[in-house]
């Protein structure tokens, strides 16, 4: 039987997904925890900036482009098996929550 895609939901600590996440653009990427610009992310182990390891990807083009979503789940799985692949739009939707505590919690 072929190998297909299929999201799934797990427990995360967040925090621990914020500080480790690379975030995947058009032809760069960025780091999550310091926000540095240009990673390229097929090739990066740690941040060039600040130096955290990386274990979890997520793409921003993805909110535009849901179609893509397999293709880039597909061509990440191939060049970074290292990485856990999640959903940007679940991570963004909980970093705004956890923000909105930080401000008014
Ligand atoms: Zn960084």
Redesign the pocket.
Known sequence: MAKEYLRTFRLYDFDEVEKHLLITGDLKGD??????LGIDFYTAGT??????PFKYCASRRLEMNPGERFQWARRMQEKRPDLVLIDYSDYAKILGKKKAKDIFG
Do not use: D, L
């Not at 780091?31 to 540095?36: H, P, Y």
């Not at 941040?47 to 955290?52: N, S």
């Open positions: 780091c999550a925890s310091c926000r540095a941040c060039p900036e600040c130096g955290t």
